[in-house]
């Protein structure tokens, strides 16, 4: 099957076996190395991608349901002045994942800083909270998890709200 999509920016047109999950189309064709080899469909968490700027199991989702589609991985993402929104807020609140769920814990905490970056609606703990459950590793408690995700939210309005601010 011919699939077009379009992953860390770059337009790609690929054959691919229509049953093959997106974890291994990123990690064996595409050879993106923040998707980790012992995934495969265990539901870990450590396989997670931006698809369409929405976090979710990259092992769960077959190749042919990406056609189309725009995908963000931590190789990509990592190269972004939004990463360092993210990284800032680890440094700040002394809270660090692991190497293994590292790469999966920022992207889902850019899912959600995403959508509340803008304000608007107040930030919901326990959404937050049910969404972290999707990594399964145990290398940050909920509260720091909770923490991070705050501080990167504030780190990105703030440095969306410098950026727009006329010069007088």
């Known amino acids: 099957m011919k699939i077009e999509l379009t992953v860390d920016g770059k337009y790609l047109a690929l054959s691919v076996s229509s049953d093959k999950p997106l974890n291994l189309l990123l990690r064996d064709d595409l050879e993106i190395k923040s998707i980790h080899s012992h995934c495969n469909g265990r539901m870990c968490g450590n396989c997670i991608v931006l698809l369409e700027g929405r976090a979710v199991l990259s092992c769960l989702i077959p190749s042919f349901a990406v056609r189309g589609r725009t995908i963000v991985t931590y190789d990509g993402f990592c ?80 440095r969306k709200n410098v950026r727009r601010t006329p010069v007088t």
């Open 79 to 158: 190269r972004t002045r939004d990463y360092r929104d993210i990284e800032k807020a680890f440094a700040a609140c002394s809270a660090f994942p692991c190497d293994t769920c590292y790469a999966s814990r920022v992207l889902l905490i850019e899912s959600i800083v995403r959508r509340y970056e803008r304000g608007g609606s107040d930030i919901d703990d326990n959404e937050i909270l049910q969404e972290s459950q999707l990594i399964r590793c145990f290398c940050m408690d909920s509260a720091s998890f909770l923490a991070v995700v705050k501080e990167s939210i504030s780190n990105r309005r703030k």
